[in-house]
């Protein structure tokens, strides 16, 4: 009873010193409000980062050939090798094979989901249909089945089927977009297949024959001429593995490949070291070259623990504001406990003790705080969502920020309130009453 007394005390306080109360809650309202906002566009910018790199292959772990460094080769003619400095690019001898590539398949069966291997070949150009001063661009480069196959959710094939490694080996075949087929070749997508287009890599001509057309997305092309002609596109031009070779002048081996792991069993930022350490035996030998890994989910734990520390250092910084709206509220209660000196000589005169007269002051000290907290919550929430939206992100307001907002307007109501509330127990009853 005796709390929920102090509680309506507390309440008629503040209801009779309106603009006072307010002016002493300004600064905690000022300080969660901040603090809010701040993680709530926070966590809206994070969240937005982390799904739209997650939707770039956060499971691709990239595994690439790399020159040693001088500290792992360096050293003296006796018993050590010395770092071959006048190689600029690996040798065949240096490259990922694909026996290196079964051995790892066969050693982490559940871990790996596939293998993509690729062959940047270079740019193919060709005619536009009907118009034949204007050039269509194509980035050509060759690709096994996995990596093709993968890409069903975003470029789904439409007509004919995705390249396979084994059936169009040796094969000058090709998987095009919608779009190349309708500036470069004419006609319906339908209709493409078994076509042939001529492309100039390289100052050199080739013909492919179209063997399967695959859904035209946005995101799978730019514009040649900054976007001025929608009709001028450049789009991905995909031929087999071993033709792609051929005509780039390249090893059996590769450079670089990617390793998409079972994102849903697979710990991506543990295995990305798993994946180096497997290659790397190979290398154990090799004066010059090694293998290095790399992953899109280590980039983006880097990238959160980053935001999250900025938006932490900033918050602590807005929360300067409570240390000042802390004071306010000190301030008012001893101003309080000044012009209620009489009431306390009286209630300390009719017995009661010092413990009820430091839990009266604490508790309006709390509800003051309270009031404050709240008003900024919402305050907080609110310019989080605005400013969220402002910079194009759908707002993601912290639980854990306002659950501590909560807590910190409690805590500071209790650290700045009990000074006042003792000094108004210990109070001697005879003075008090005295008091003018």
């Not at 194509?138 to 993968?150: E, F, K, P, Q, R």
């Not at 697979?266 to 290659?279: C, Y």
């Not at 602590?316 to 008012?332: F, P, R």
Request: hydrophobic letters at 45%.
């Amino acid at each position: 009873m005796q709390l929920f007394e102090n509680i309506g005390m507390a309440l008629t306080s503040v209801r009779s010193n309106k603009m006072r109360s307010l002016l002493t809650m300004l600064g905690i309202i000022i300080g969660i409000a901040a603090v809010i906002a701040i993680e709530t566009v926070g966590n809206s910018m994070t969240g937005s980062v982390m799904d739209s790199m997650s939707g770039m292959g956060a499971s691709n772990i990239s595994v690439t050939v790399t020159q040693k460094s001088s500290s792992d080769t360096s050293g003296t003619s006796q018993g050590v090798r010395l770092r071959r400095f006048m190689d600029s690019k690996p040798s065949d001898a240096d490259l990922i094979t694909d026996a290196m590539i079964n051995d790892f398949t066969a050693a982490f069966p559940t871990q790996v989901h596939h293998i993509e291997l690729t062959q940047q070949v270079g740019s193919g150009t060709t005619a536009k249909y009907g118009d034949p001063t204007t050039t269509i661009t194509a980035t050509v480069s060759g690709i096994n089945h996995a990596a093709l196959a993968a890409r069903d959710d975003d470029s789904q094939i439409l007509y004919g089927r995705w390249l396979d490694d084994d059936r169009d080996a040796g094969r000058k075949v090709a998987c095009v977009s919608e779009k190349f087929v309708e500036q470069a070749i004419g006609g319906s997508a339908q209709d493409a297949i078994g076509k042939a287009v001529t492309l100039t890599i390289n100052q050199d001509l080739y013909t492919f024959y179209i063997q399967g057309v695959y859904k035209y997305t946005e995101d799978s092309y730019s514009s040649m001429f900054g976007g001025s002609d929608d009709d001028s596109i450049q789009t991905d031009f995909y031929i087999s593995l071993d033709v792609a070779k051929a005509i780039a002048g390249a090893g059996a081996g590769y450079q670089s490949i990617t390793v998409v792991a079972n994102g849903g069993t697979v710990n991506v930022t543990d295995f990305v070291n798993t994946v180096g350490d497997f290659f790397a035996s190979y290398y154990t030998r090799n004066d010059s070259w090694t293998v290095s890994a790399s992953s899109l989910a280590s980039l983006l734990d880097s990238m959160t623990s980053m935001m999250s520390t900025v938006s932490l250092g900033i918050s602590a910084i807005a929360a300067l504001s409570l240390l000042v709206g802390g004071i306010g509220v000190m301030n008012i209660m001893m101003v309080s406990v000044t012009e209620r000196t009489r009431e306390i000589g009286t209630r300390k005169a009719l017995g009661a003790p010092a413990s009820a007269i430091r839990m009266q002051f604490i508790t309006e000290s709390v509800i003051l705080c309270l009031i404050g907290g709240f008003i900024g919550i919402v305050l907080g929430l609110a310019l989080g969502t605005v400013l969220s939206n402002v910079v194009g992100y759908a707002a993601k307001p912290s639980i854990a920020a306002i659950l501590i907002a909560v807590g910190f307007s409690m805590a500071i109501g209790v650290f700045f309130g009990y000074y006042p509330a003792n000094k108004a127990a210990k109070l001697d009853p005879i003075e008090a009453l005295r008091y003018e």
